[in-house]
């Protein structure tokens, strides 16, 4: 038997089947037909006869399955490539909004006023020590001082911090 008599035989006994179990598993009945109609341009594209395939059945649902999966790979790549517009305006950002940008400026130079008006030695130990993270053992040493006078520097320097920033 010609292979296009063979394909025709198989079409007509089986194309309704092939159609339902692809409408099944996919969302629109014209996207079933078109890839029942690819299973059986694939048959026909292997320019052999269907002689020496056993169950030509299960060969078209082979072929079938095997393109449902690549239609449903090409629509998982696609998902995150394509956002409607709508939808992008209920997104949050995850940059900072311009009033959170311009709020974080203000704390910023409110906190650099504070520091800057501390008295000389108690910003220099504060900001040694918060900033270039300096061990107090080792701000000591650097300033010739004990460690327990550090300790006063840096605690005189977070009252004033503090009341500086609750007043502002």
């Known amino acids: 038997m010609p292979i296009a008599a063979d394909i025709a035989s198989l079409y007509l006994n089986h194309i309704v089947e092939l159609r339902r179990y692809l409408s099944g598993k996919v969302d629109s009945t014209a996207l079933a037909d078109d890839l029942a109609h690819e299973t059986f341009a694939r048959v026909l594209a292997t320019d052999k006869a269907l002689d020496g395939v056993r169950q030509p059945r299960a060969l ?52 650099r006023h504070a520091i800057d008006s501390l008295p ?13 993270g300096i061990s107090q053992k080792t701000l000591a040493a650097e300033l010739g001082i004990t460690l327990n006078a550090v300790e006063k520097l840096l605690i005189r320097a977070m009252l004033a911090l503090r009341q500086q920033l609750e007043w502002a």
């Open 120 to 132: 000389p030695r108690c910003r220099q130990a504060f900001v040694r020590f918060r900033f270039d």
């Open 60 to 111: 078209l649902f082979c072929i079938a399955r095997n393109l449902l999966i690549d239609h449903y790979r090409g629509k998982a790549a696609h998902a995150g490539v394509m956002v409607p517009l709508e939808s992008c305006q209920q997104q949050p950002s995850a940059a900072p909004s311009p009033e959170r940008i311009v709020l974080a400026r203000q704390q910023l130079a409110q906190l």
